[in-house]
């Protein structure tokens, strides 16, 4: 069974960049995508974007898309999505979860990253 | 590709049948899966490719539908059950969720 391990709390100034990371273990990293997903408070899952640990490619959601880089690290098993110039809706819960190559859905997920961007 | 959830909140009781239902704004085929959140705590899959019953959900969640229009039907309520709701489509570009349903004890 898959494990997902996420990095702990941030408190980031409004104008900088988060950077958080995703340890997996338990599977083949390169088998399956890696989604990213965010919650702000009190609000519905909104989704982020993927990469996929086998050749790095990426996909965003047009939300984000020019302010997030998603990458992949085979040498640790480890996703990490960096987030720049931060805005106080960025803060939120970060989740990331693996998805399979056929669009099955997110089927584990990590404990989940806390993103507080102070003005 | 936008997707609608209805009802938004559900007041209902232990042993209650409930249907969520989930609409696409364009055809998403099967590609769609359906979450259970409760508070303080990832979501976690139950249902893919829109009837398929994750590994160790129990039987009494069912997903139905194909193109635009899904349900999620959740028989003999039970207490752990009660929790936001969430669709999510694995066909566009776009990965969208629903806005989510939110079950509460009557």
């Known amino acids: 069974e898959a494990q997902v391990e996420q990095s702990g709390t941030e408190v980031k100034r409004a104008g900088a960049t988060v950077k958080i990371s995703c340890k997996v273990s338990?599977?083949?990293?390169?088998?399956?995508?890696m989604h990213w997903v965010q919650q702000a408070p009190g609000k519905g899952l909104e989704w982020v974007g993927l990469?996929?640990?086998?050749?790095?490619?990426?996909r965003y959601s047009e939300k984000f898309q020019g302010r997030v880089a998603i990458t992949a690290d085979t040498s640790t098993d480890t996703v990490y999505m960096e987030l720049n110039s931060l805005i106080s809706e960025d803060t939120a819960v970060y989740y990331c979860?693996?998805?399979?190559?056929?669009?099955?859905?997110?089927?584990?997920w990590g404990q989940g990253t806390l993103v507080t961007v102070a003005s | 590709i936008q997707l609608t959830q209805s009802p938004s909140f559900l007041s209902t009781s232990v042993g209650d049948r409930v249907t969520i239902t989930c609409r696409a704004s364009?055809?998403?085929?099967?590609?769609l899966a359906w979450y259970q959140q409760k508070p303080g705590k990832a979501p976690k899959l139950l249902i893919y490719?829109?009837?398929t019953l994750f590994s160790g959900v129990p039987s009494r969640f069912r997903g139905s539908g194909s193109g635009t229009e899904f349900t999620l039907t959740i028989n003999s309520l039970q207490p752990e059950d009660f929790a936001t709701y969430y669709c999510?489509?694995?066909?566009?570009?776009?990965?969208?969720f629903g806005q989510g349903t939110k079950l509460e004890i009557k």
């Open positions: 979860a693996t998805g399979s190559r056929h669009r099955y859905g997110l089927d584990s």
């Open positions: 338990g599977y083949t990293f390169t088998d399956f995508y």
């Open positions: 990469v996929d640990p086998e050749d790095g490619d990426t």
């Open positions: 364009q055809d998403v085929a099967s590609f």
């Open positions: 490719a829109a009837s």
């Open positions: 999510q489509e694995l066909h566009s570009y776009s990965h969208s």
